[in-house]
């Protein structure tokens, strides 16, 4: 693969459809609303857009769930919508990458309702069958969606697989009958003229013999990197992936720098990126997401300095802090206790992201610094993951309060990702004249598109800064990176290449902290602060600084 491709100098912004823009008053957005707020997002300097998915679903998991990979999701709007979103995406620069979801469809498409009407169906093995054992599950494997991953079908006498919901049994890709049928699909939409793929829990595809032992009690990272993945990864390549100019991220639970080489290998026989959840953990614990633990900068520059020196000369990071699984990052990795904290914290994140190694990814209203939702009961939440959490751990196993469970839903909940994309000041934010599938965040009346585009100082105007800087500056793409030793509330690094070098400096806490600059940056041009001026001798706040030497 060329050193240039690209998606190498691209910055990738993330649409989730369902909370967008809604064009029709329905309460849920749409491809027109996508479409009607394009110039927003041309303006901001971004080069791609990511929409999580837009096909035929049932929502059971917000169209993860596939009924119809051909079709438009009704409340998405129809084929013409989306050809006219395309159209004038890629009249406006923009490009467009389509979420895949593969590993699963919906237990509403085709395939599934041939395959559970009997064994001796065509379709039968286009999913993953097995006889109970003991009269039980055939193994003790999770859903990620809690309780067992296996679902029992009464009318074969089998259970199937389903590692998420159970409308969305997984598909077995050892049946080459549904590599051929996902490729075709896949070739079907480059055929349209689309840029690309996300592609969800792509390292989940291929499941070793041992994870149908009876086990431990595990997660999908149980299943993830199994013994032909990289061969179905490989196949799918040569039969499509390579006959178009794409970018393709893999979204892989479980992926370590050593297996992430193989996906997003430079030599462009997979994939051109993976995401990692390592990064995501950070304030993970033996409940999952669902405690009060705090992300810790250690652990966030140590893993990020991994990636960074992991992968170089081998493979291409991508770069996220936040996404529609994700609770809110400045809410998460910066501070929202204050106004004037959550502008210079949003804007800090975004510093250090954006001047490492790899391709960023921005998800929808993180350039405004939208913020987590005050949730304060369980009817306020929409995602099957929280609820079925929620019941898991205060109804059945009563291992915490409903108080303890609604604080770390406040927390981590992917609802926090999924209110509406606050547009401006009027009823709803501007998402819909109707009635919002899910609560606008009540701080919209400040936190808005409207209010920032008449900012100069707006969290959105420094994303535009940033992403410049990405497209105007080489050594961004290509400079060798090295994390500076500081104080453990700062994290500093620098990116060489032999005609430029850059020095990032972040203070991701609310403390002052001094910091002389080293002596050979003395001369150095500061080209992006956020703050006024800026002292020689410290870091106030979640301070940022980019200088330039060269
Ligand atoms: O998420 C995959 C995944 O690993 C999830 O378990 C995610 O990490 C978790 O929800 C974070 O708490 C993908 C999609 O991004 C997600 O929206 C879907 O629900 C899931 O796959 C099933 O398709
Ligand atoms: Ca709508």
């Known amino acids: 693969m060329d050193k240039t491709s690209w998606w190498k100098k691209s910055v990738v912004y993330q649409i989730y459809p369902r909370s967008f823009m809604d064009s029709n008053g329905d309460g849920i957005g749409d491809l027109n609303g996508i479409t009607s707020r394009l110039p927003y997002l041309a303006k901001l300097g971004v080069d791609v857009l990511w929409l999580s998915p837009v096909y035929q679903s049932p929502n059971d998991d917000n169209g993860y769930d596939i009924s119809n990979y051909r079709a438009i999701m009704d409340e ?43 064994r001796e169906n065509p379709y039968r093995d286009y999913y993953i069958w097995r006889d109970p054992v003991d009269g039980h599950e055939p193994t003790q494997v999770e859903s990620c969606f809690s309780g067992s991953a296996w679902q029992y079908d009464e009318t074969t006498g089998q259970y199937y697989l389903h590692l998420f919901s159970k409308k969305q049994p997984d598909l077995n890709w050892d049946n080459p009958k549904v590599r051929d049928a996902v490729f075709d699909m896949m070739d079907w939409w480059c055929q349209k003229g689309i840029d690309g793929f996300r592609m969800d829990v792509i390292s989940l595809i291929s499941k070793s013999p041992e994870f149908f032992e009876p086990a431990e009690k595990g997660r999908e990272v149980g299943a993830a990197n199994g013994p032909h993945e990289h061969e179905y990864l490989q196949e799918m390549n040569e039969r499509v ?89 400045v809410s998460r990795f910066g501070d929202d206790s204050t106004e004037e904290n959550r502008v210079h914290s949003a804007k800090m994140l975004a510093t250090c992201l954006h001047m490492l190694q790899g391709t960023p990814y921005i998800y929808q209203g993180e350039e405004l610094g939208m913020t987590n939702y005050p949730f304060q009961s369980l009817s306020e939440c929409r995602d099957i993951e929280a609820v079925n959490a929620y019941h898991e751990f205060v109804d059945e196993k009563k291992q915490f309060t409903p108080d303890e469970m609604m604080r770390y839903i406040r927390k981590a909940s992917r609802d926090n990702a999924r209110t509406p994309m606050q547009w401006d000041a009027t009823a709803n934010a501007g998402f819909t004249t109707g009635t919002p599938w899910i609560a606008v965040n009540p701080n919209y009346r400040t936190i808005n598109a409207e209010a920032a585009l008449k900012d100069p100082d707006s969290v959105y105007y420094y994303y535009q800064k940033l992403i410049a800087l990405r497209h105007t500056l080489p050594v961004v793409t290509d400079g060798d990176y090295a994390l500076l030793d500081t104080d453990d509330r700062l994290y ?34 500061l080209l992006l602060c956020n703050y006024e001026e800026y002292p020689q001798d410290r870091l106030r706040p979640y301070e940022a600084r980019v200088y330039l030497l060269g």
Not at 279 to 287: F, I, P, Q, R
């Open 76 to 118: 998405f709007g129809t084929m013409e919508d989306f050809d006219r979103m395309l159209a004038t995406a890629h009249g406006l620069g923009l490009k467009i990458v389509m979420d895949l979801v593969v590993n699963h469809t919906s237990d509403e498409h085709a395939w599934f309702v041939e395959s559970r009407k009997s």
């Open 241 to 329: 992936l390579s006959h178009y100019d794409l970018m393709t991220v893999g979204e892989c639970p479980g992926v370590t720098v050593e297996e992430a080489k193989k996906y997003a290998r430079n030599d462009g026989k997979e994939l051109s990126m993976v995401f990692q959840f390592e990064l995501m953990d950070a304030d993970g614990g033996e409940t999952g997401k669902w405690n009060d633990r705090k992300p810790q900068l250690s652990y966030v520059k140590e893993n990020l300095t991994k990636w960074q020196l992991g992968l170089r000369g081998y493979a291409w990071n991508s770069l996220f802090w936040d996404n529609h699984d994700q609770p809110r990052c």
């Open 492 to 525: 500093c690094y620098t990116r060489a290449d032999a005609d430029q070098k850059l020095l990032i400096c972040c203070n991701f806490s609310k403390d002052e902290v001094p910091y002389e600059i080293p002596a050979e940056f003395a001369k150095a041009k």
